[in-house]
């Protein structure tokens, strides 16, 4: 759906231009468009559980290097980012720009990662205690003999919040956990908050708003 999406919003600026567009600026655009419908698909089969800033990473760098790629190249960028016709270009890179910025990947993906093994792991060793007080039929232990490492994993979560590190993938992971453990097992109410989820999820949500909104602009 994303892909036909993209394809009816850029392909107008084609049809508008054909005729003017040198085979340069062609092939930037359909790179755009290539790496814009790649990356919203990615987005699409990973808001739920939210894993958009570790897997989705290569898809937003090619995006971006795509739209780079535009900028430096004058003649292009006048026909492909200046004109009427193709102001969806830039309205698509901003969109996904605001969105990457908002579930603040750029803290966790790329070359950054690496600080985010030490929070699955602890994710990991609070949800094998969980399934393993399940397995027993022991489920009303779990508040005791599970505490200890939840408070572990909460009191990394909120360090890593501290410093601006806790993105969209990681506050979704400890939201989803804290929910059972709050809600679930009844442990108690969880002291976390969630903004980088609720400002990705609203970003994500506009999409569709500015992809209909384009059509409306370039579609007869």
């Known amino acids: 759906m994303w892909c036909f999406l993209l394809a009816l919003l850029l392909c107008p600026t084609l049809v508008l ?22 990356f919203t698909t990615c987005l699409g089969k990973n808001t739920k559980p939210v894993r958009i800033c ?57 070359l950054t990662e690496n600080r985010t093994h030490e ?33 572990a994993l909460l009191n990394l979560f909120k360090s890593l919040q501290g410093y601006g590190y806790a993105c969209a993938d990681l506050a979704d992971s400890m939201n989803s956990t804290a929910q059972a453990w709050s809600v679930k097992y009844n442990c108690g109410h969880p002291e976390i908050e969630y903004v980088p989820v609720l400002a990705m999820t609203l970003s994500i949500s506009l999409l569709p708003v500015i992809f209909y909104s384009a059509l409306w602009k370039f579609i007869p």
């Open 119 to 151: 929070f699955r792991n602890r994710t990991e060793d609070v949800l094998e205690c969980f399934d393993e007080h399940q397995r027993d039929n022991k489920t009303d232990l779990i508040c005791i003999e599970c505490n200890t490492r939840y408070d």
């Open 54 to 110: 570790v897997t989705c990473f290569e898809y937003y760098k090619s995006v971006n290097d795509s739209y780079v790629n535009i900028t430096r190249s004058a003649d292009c960028a006048d026909v492909l980012l200046e004109s009427d016709n193709a102001m969806v270009i830039n309205r698509l890179w901003d969109s996904y720009r605001n969105m990457w910025s908002s579930a603040l990947c750029n803290t966790c993906s790329g």
């Open 17 to 38: 231009s054909g005729t003017k567009l040198e085979k340069e600026c062609s092939n930037l655009q359909l790179q755009f468009a290539t790496a814009s419908s790649d």
